[in-house]
């Protein structure tokens, strides 16, 4: 058994991705099984993570979740801002300019204004719960945007981990109503083309919200909605820690 455990030590980043790869099999199972795909395998994998995160912690009296346990150290750094901004990056250059031009003006302008509204609810909640310093507001209205955003946000500008922990929670929220919720309000808001599609994406930001929701909605969507959605992503990432934060810092002050 010594042997295993110092096995999985010398290898703990290629346990890291069997141990994600093993909790988003199960989410997948769970999906399919418990909602009948109305709920995504990543919303609860992401939530599966947290709790086993907050277990982590508990059990070890650290900071760092599963990742204080020595055979599971490389998810510290799978999870760490090396890969986190590799990945985004990745997903940006998977996108096709010429793409976005399908949306048009409609498109363009519901990124920056799904961005921008989504960054100044986060920062007023984020007010309303004690929180006055640009930094903090920055990362969780960031945060607001999606789960990816907060954290980039965040460790730009110099957010504590209890906050960019806060940004990330928001993200997952939003994401995981987007995904509950889209099928309900489809009919309602003439969710049933691509363009419409296009704007929703935009507007809300959530590669995996907005697929999720798509995909329960109408598959045929999907695609539409993810392209804004990732380019919304890319935009946050550009305007959260520069604009958005000089701009809240110019406000409230540092």
């Known amino acids: 058994m010594d042997r295993f455990v110092s096995v999985f030590e010398d290898n703990n980043l290629v346990v890291a991705f069997a141990v994600v790869g093993a909790l988003m099999l199960l989410s997948g199972w769970l999906s399919r099984k418990l909602t009948h795909g109305r709920l995504q395998g990543s919303a609860i994998a992401i939530l599966l993570g947290l709790g086993l995160a907050y277990w982590g912690g508990e059990a070890t009296g650290g900071e760092d ?5 020595a055979v599971f150290s490389g998810l510290g750094l799978m999870g760490g801002a090396m890969l986190r901004d590799f990945a985004i990056v990745a997903t940006a250059y998977g996108v096709d300019l010429r793409e976005i031009r399908r949306a048009g003006l409609s498109g363009a302008l519901s990124i920056l204004l799904g961005v921008v509204t989504s960054f100044v609810a986060g920062a007023v909640v ?13 990362t969780i209205g960031s945060g607001a945007a999606t789960y990816i955003v907060g954290p980039v946000t ?27 919720g889209t099928p309900l309000i489809a009919p309602l808001i003439g969710l049933n083309n691509p363009k419409s599609a296009m704007a929703f994406g935009g507007l809300l930001g959530t590669t995996s919200g907005v697929a999720g929701g798509l995909a329960a909605t109408d598959k045929r969507l999907v695609p539409y909605g993810a392209m804004t959605a990732t380019f919304y992503t890319g935009v946050g990432c550009l ?14 002050g540092g």
């Open 154 to 180: 965040g460790t730009a500008v110099g957010a504590s981990s209890d906050v960019i922990a806060l940004s990330v929670a928001a993200g997952l929220v939003k994401s995981v109503v987007v995904m509950v």
């Open 126 to 138: 984020a007010a309303f719960f004690g929180y006055t310093d640009a930094v903090s507001l920055a």
């Open 65 to 69: 979740g599963l990742a204080d346990y």
């Open 239 to 252: 305007l959260g820690p520069s604009v958005l934060y000089v701009t809240l810092r110019a406000i409230v």
